[in-house]
T-cell receptor, first 112, second 113 residues
Framework: EAQVTQNPRYLITVTGKKLTVTCSQNMNHEYMSWYRQDPGLGLRQIYY???????DKGDVPEGYKVSRKEKRNFPLILESPSPNQTSLYFCASSLSWNQPQHFGDGTRLSIL | DQQVKQNSPSLSVQEGRISILNCDYT??????FLWYKKYPAEGPTFLISISSIKDKNEDGRFTVFLNKSAKHLSLHIVPSQPGDSAVYFC????????????FGKGITLSVRP
């Protein structure tokens, strides 16, 4: 089954404790992206990757890092999480940048 | 500065009637528009799209209309079904290389049986 898989689905953690949210897709997609969804703000892009080893900032990259060492994986790293990063996060992928994206089911992060 | 606006946060319609979800944009560079549907505890799923060279695109019960002069698009669902109850996001981009999607805030549609 074609899918985008995010882990964990839920996480409660504390300020400053590094965490990684993994994202994996099995569709051989070149383009991958991370979004956060906040009440009243819709979906905002954090980082995106056009292909392996090619990443770039989206609209709200501060406090986040990403890597794209393999085509299927695109982890989101919070080196020193803060409460304002409490949000619902979605990973997405598509065949190329101009194709509709497939989304994972989301990761709800709570930073205390 | 919000470039894609979905000004109505919610809409409630009777089953079998038409649902009309509206979206406005401010960036005249946008030339490709998409609608995504999202159920609780799931990620958004792509529904339908339209290029700026068209003013209408239809897929089954779903039709998207684009009015470029008004910078307005709408999603029509006919007939509405209870399973259509979800959050609908409008998104837009332009055809420049690496152009990213800009999403609206979403509209919650409730279809009453």
């Amino acid at each position: 089954e074609a899918q985008v898989t995010q882990n964990p689905r839920y996480l409660i953690t504390v300020t400053g404790k590094k965490l990684t949210v993994t994202c994996s897709q099995n569709m051989n997609h070149e383009y991958m992206s991370w979004y956060r969804q906040d009440p009243g703000l819709g979906l905002r892009q954090i980082y995106y990757s056009m292909n392996v080893e090619v990443t770039d900032k989206g609209d709200v990259p501060e406090g986040y890092k990403v890597s794209r060492k393999e085509k299927r994986n695109f982890p989101l790293i919070l080196e020193s999480p803060s409460p304002n990063q409490t949000s619902l996060y979605f990973c997405a992928s598509s065949l190329s940048w101009n194709q509709p994206q497939h989304f994972g089911d989301g990761t709800r992060l709570s930073i205390l | 500065d919000q470039q894609v606006k979905q000004n109505s946060p919610s809409l409630s319609v009777q089953e079998g009637r038409i649902s009309i979800l509206n979206c406005d944009y401010t960036n005249s560079m946008f030339d490709y528009f998409l609608w995504y549907k999202k159920y609780p505890a799931e990620g958004p799923t792509f529904l339908i799209s339209i290029s700026s060279i068209k003013d209408k695109n239809e897929d089954g019960r779903f039709t998207v209309f684009l009015n470029k002069s008004a910078k307005h698009l709408s999603l029509h669902i006919v007939p509405s079904q209870p399973g259509d109850s979800a959050v609908y996001f409008c998104a837009a981009r332009w055809t420049g290389a690496n152009s990213k999607l800009t999403f609206g805030k979403g509209i919650t549609l409730s279809v009453r049986p």
